[in-house]
């Protein structure tokens, strides 16, 4: 997931038909995106039981996502260079489909590693194609809507979380309710490419940036600290995203005693309210600037985890984990915005770097949790998105009190 860059806020909005459609057609592939997996996450209950897997080796499984995502996502710019942004955008988002898929039928757990391992690597690809597209119709329209794109994403996966809970309410078997999502999520990327602008990607309007970023000194000890502090900020509003993935169905069922139907509420109701959280987050730091927002985003992360922790009944801690999804919500977006703003840096280094060291923390998280599910409880294990929301309040100071790109 991308920052906006503050020039294109500059520029005359174009209102072109066609650009209107290629807006429509990168939002596509954002909502596709969050809920072709998202369709799988409530059910994970199911492949945890019929596999008779523990949490740790649960947990491992959960983490050849990751694995998958860092061994191809090096590869995305070069097809991106090759075949275009929107076509590696709907056919990745294709071959994500067909790893959930595989995921859901898989006979073993090695089948299932395998799976996994190919939804990440296609959802890593993807998710750098889809972004990439979407900054392309940005720089065309002459207006900012890449964070629109993350709150559209976030409300793919509702939308899946939903789809999700209502075929375990029907009783839908796992594999049909896959192949019935995959095949129809598929169709729709692929149905999108109609819209999306023609011709290749290039690196039109970042001339100007690439020559400022030459002139303001090179890469000081300073620079390499804030890189460090905005991905940790990343990291820890990541993990509460990545405990909605891998852990809440599990938490609620196990924990709290939920039945199936209403363990994928606590999933649904995180991501749902990520998605609020996206939509006015981008009004919020134009008003109060970015620190307030990612300070307030800690505290809520901290107060939502630390009452789904505590709380004896669904509802509770539903709402827990809803307030933590909120929290989280423009924690990612803001990070991966100030790394692609540092002065000394080339438009995108800094991007990169935060993006693809997430990805490895997110490696490590989910047999993390697993282990500590696994010798002590899932409740204890819930620490570690306690812990990320505690390094998000602690290093907001080094966002900027005010947007400095905001237009006057």
């Not at 809920?35 to 740790?56: G, H, I």
């Not at 194609?129 to 994403?153: C, D, F, P, Y």
């Not at 709402?319 to 540092?342: H, K, N, V």
């Not at 282990?371 to 570690?384: F, H, P, Q």
Request: hydrophobic letters at 55%; a positive charge; glycine letters at 10%.
């Amino acid at each position: 997931m991308t920052g906006a860059t503050g020039q294109n806020r500059r520029v005359k909005p174009n209102s072109d038909p066609a650009l209107r459609r290629a807006h429509i057609a990168a939002a596509t592939f954002f909502f596709v995106n969050g809920a072709v997996f998202a369709n799988l996450v409530p059910r994970y209950p199911e492949l945890k039981d019929q596999l008779d897997m523990s949490a740790t080796v649960y947990g491992i499984v959960i983490a050849m996502n990751p694995v998958g995502a860092m061994l191809a996502g090096v590869a995305a710019a070069a097809l991106i260079r090759r075949f275009g942004s929107a076509r590696v955008a709907a056919f990745t988002s294709v071959g994500l489909a067909l790893g959930t898929l595989a995921a859901a039928a898989a006979p073993s757990i090695l089948l299932l590693a395998g799976a996994f391992l190919l939804a990440g690597a296609m959802d890593a690809i993807s998710d750098v194609a889809q972004n990439a597209n979407a900054l392309r119709v940005q720089e065309r329209r002459g207006k900012t809507i890449i964070n629109s794109m993350h709150a559209i994403w976030s409300a793919g996966a509702v939308t899946g979380g939903a789809l999700a809970a209502g075929a375990i309410a029907l009783d839908l078997p796992l594999t049909l309710h896959l192949a019935i999502s995959s095949v129809c999520l598929g169709a729709v990327s692929v149905l999108a490419l109609r819209w999306a602008l023609p011709g290749p990607d290039s690196e039109v309007g970042r001339t100007e940036e690439i020559r400022v970023a030459r002139e303001a000194g090179g890469v000081t000890p300073k620079v390499v600290l804030i890189v460090i502090a905005l991905l940790l900020v990343a990291i820890g509003g990541g993990l509460v995203e990545e405990v909605g993935f891998s852990w809440v169905a599990l938490y609620l069922r196990g924990e709290i005693g939920a039945p199936a139907q209403l363990a994928a509420a606590g999933f649904v109701g995180l991501v749902s309210a990520q998605f609020i959280g996206r939509m006015v987050s981008d009004r919020l730091v134009d008003r109060f600037g970015a620190r307030l927002v990612v300070t307030t985003a800690g505290i809520l992360i901290v107060c939502g985890i630390g009452l789904a922790m505590s709380a004896t009944n669904v509802w509770a801690a539903c709402a827990g984990f809803a307030l933590a999804g909120f929290g989280c919500a423009p924690t990612i977006p803001l990070a991966m915005q100030e790394a692609d703003r540092l002065p000394g840096l080339r438009p995108g280094v800094g991007l990169t770097i935060v993006t693809w060291l997430m990805r490895l923390a997110f490696l490590f998280a989910p047999p993390l949790v697993g282990s500590i599910a696994d010798a002590s409880s899932l409740r204890a294990g819930l620490t570690v998105s306690l812990v990320g929301g505690v390094v998000v309040l602690v290093l907001a100071f080094v966002m900027p009190s005010r947007d400095p790109h905001r237009r006057s």
